[in-house]
């Protein structure tokens, strides 16, 4: 606890200087006539799972465009095909029909240039590998120098509050810890899309309520695109500048809610109007999904 | 009770046991020996002579321990290292051949698992015929391979390591193919949003991965090798190793001589098992699960 909350410290001080370096994430240009690219563009994008007997329709006619800078996150109950649809974008899952544009390429193309981060639900680090050795992992596959691999995991551990922690091996860690050194990981080769996949789903809610403060904070300083899958309420209501509610069978987007807050947060807003405006908005929007009425 | 104790006792208390059982099965089985060839024609004896008999006869059926012993502690320092006399002699001549053939045994395991993982044709074709392969007794096998290699002009230690090989190379590439596939999912699907090549992905996840696999099959390997580098010393009639120094034991009756080079054998046995062990420990000594 007490690691957690210096190092929530800490993080805060880099937080203002480096606030003007990343500029060219909310305007990326691409060389090309058609000015500003989007980050994400999907369009009719379904996915089908041949099964025995009726095949599983788990994403049907997406639609979805994300600009370069935002924070989306996809909502909705299990089966919904939020993970789906993340995993499609990261070339991760084949798609039946329809096209899907990342940074203006294809999900293989823009992988293959290492357009994006992800990180997984569990934090999927090598127990054989440091924590530093960790980090330092996607960017030796790049082919990057030793000595440059090493500053930069360095530099992300620091940032992501795990600086002194670098000779430690994963199994030494807390699990939020080894989720952060998972976020650390992905943001070390300098990703334009970071893709998370309930990443702070298998973590306490004090652990949660801070790392969700930390990736904020992050979030506004670098304005990466972020694009999030959770099923928490609070979570997608505090972190997000756009939230897509989905419903399952077959996987569609409901409803696309744009939220009033400010890009600055803390945790205290979520008592204020606008949160409790937005979160009861996407409980509503879930119990249609989920064909219950609401009584909040 | 310490904790060395608690571990000693135990060990120790069926050592004293076989010990006992050694002695007592070295009367039995030599009792009617030396009562024809040693007491008869001296007359009248005890039970206690007859016991004493057993256990200094000069071609007992079953030697008593202190006998091996002290022909193996002769053997050892009263002659030169370099007398076929001496065990130590023949145990490097075995030793010898054993780590080339585990060596390449080794590197041939880990070749064909590292094949058999990346191509789906491979593992269909290759694995049934690696299974077969050691179907074969390796007595069947041995003489054929030392008669081809000889005539290819192959002799010393190139036919005795090929059949160590062909013993140590089954354990590895079964360890190795399982340990090749068991890095999850998750771990597969994170090198592939790195886009790393296959290569990349066999060096950086697999290959780590699977040395958890590796080693526990290396120890069973060496031990495989080592039978098969003595296999391999009986039928060529060679002059040295332990399997020929067993093998002339057993021509000329002198039981003591066959299991001194028993007991060494098994000496030597547990020296590369320890040897593979502490090699182990050094490469995973920062693993640990939890």
Redesign the interface.
Request: proline share 8%; aromatic share 26%.
């Given at each position: 606890m007490l690691t957690i909350r210096s190092s929530f410290a800490r993080s805060r001080g880099p937080a203002i200087a480096l606030m003007n370096a990343p500029d060219r994430m909310l305007h990326p240009s691409n060389g090309t006539a058609s000015g500003r690219e989007l980050a994400v563009r999907a369009r009719k994008v379904s996915v089908v799972y041949p099964s025995a007997d009726a095949p599983v329709q788990a994403l049907s006619e997406i639609d979805l465009a994300i600009a370069p800078g935002e924070f989306v996150s996809l909502i909705g109950p299990s089966g919904c095909g939020k993970t789906t649809l993340l995993r499609v974008i990261?070339?991760?899952e084949p798609i039946t029909s329809g096209t899907v544009e990342v940074n203006g390429m294809s999900p293989h193309e823009a992988?293959?240039?290492?357009a994006?981060?992800?990180v997984?639900?569990?934090p999927?680090l090598?127990?054989?590998?440091?924590v530093l050795a960790n980090v330092m992992?996607?960017l030796?596959?790049?082919g990057r120098d030793a000595a440059t691999c090493k500053s930069v995991a360095m530099e992300q551990l620091a940032r992501v509050g795990l600086g002194g922690f670098e000779k430690k091996?994963p199994?030494q860690l807390s699990g939020g810890m080894q989720q952060r050194v998972s976020i650390a990981r992905a943001l070390g080769f300098e990703p334009r899309l970071l893709m998370m996949d309930e990443p702070f789903g298998a973590l306490d809610e004090i652990t949660r309520d801070r790392l969700n403060e930390q990736l904020q904070q992050l979030w506004r300083r670098e304005k990466r695109t972020v694009v999030f899958v959770t099923h928490s309420i609070a979570e997608a209501a505090y972190l997000s500048t756009r939230i897509v509610v989905m419903s399952p069978r077959p996987g569609r987007i409901l409803k696309v809610i744009a939220s009033p807050l400010p890009d600055e947060r803390d945790l205290g807003m979520r008592d204020s109007p606008e949160f409790v405006a937005v979160a009861h908005e996407l409980r509503e929007a879930l119990a249609i999904g989920s064909g219950r009425s609401v009584d909040v | 009770m310490s904790e060395r104790a608690r571990r000693v006792v135990p060990v120790g208390v069926v050592l004293v046991g076989v010990v006992v059982l050694w002695y007592a099965g070295a009367v039995w089985l030599n009792a009617p020996g030396a009562i024809e060839r040693v007491m008869t024609p001296k007359g009248p004896y005890g039970f206690a002579d007859l016991v004493a008999a057993t256990w200094s006869m000069e071609r007992p059926v079953l030697p008593a321990p202190h006998q091996v012993a002290i022909d193996l502690w002769t053997s050892l320092v009263d002659w030169p290292l370099d007398s076929p006399r001496n065990l130590l002699f023949h145990a490097a001549v075995t030793a010898q051949s054993t780590i080339v053939g585990f060596v390449l045994g080794t590197l041939l395991g880990v070749a064909l698992a590292g094949a058999i993982v990346h191509s789906r044709t491979l593992d269909r074709a290759l694995l049934p015929w690696i299974v077969a392969s050691q179907t074969v007794p390796v007595l069947a096998i041995a003489p054929i391979v030392l008669v081809i290699l000889g005539s290819l002009g192959f002799s010393g230690i190139a036919p005795k390591a090929a059949i160590a090989m062909y013993l140590c190379f089954f354990p590895v590439t079964v360890a190795m193919v399982q340990g090749l596939r068991s890095p999850q999912r998750i771990d597969t699907e994170l090198m592939h949003t790195y886009a790393a090549t296959r290569m990349q992905a066999f060096w950086l996840l697999r290959l780590p991965a699977a040395l958890p696999f590796l080693f526990p099959s290396l120890r069973v390997g060496v031990a495989a090798g080592l039978v098969g580098a003595m296999v391999a010393e009986l039928p060529t009639g060679a002059q040295a190793g332990l399997g020929a120094k067993l093998l002339t034991g057993s021509y000329y009756g002198n039981t003591i001589g066959i299991w001194s080079a028993l007991v060494m054998s098994a000496l030597l046995g547990l020296v590369l098992v320890a040897a593979v062990s502490a090699a182990e420990r050094i490469v995973l000594r920062q693993r640990r699960f939890g």
């Open positions: 990261a070339d991760l992988r293959l240039a290492r994006y981060g992800y997984f639900q569990s999927a090598f127990p054989w590998r440091t992992l996607p030796q596959i790049q091996y199994w | -």
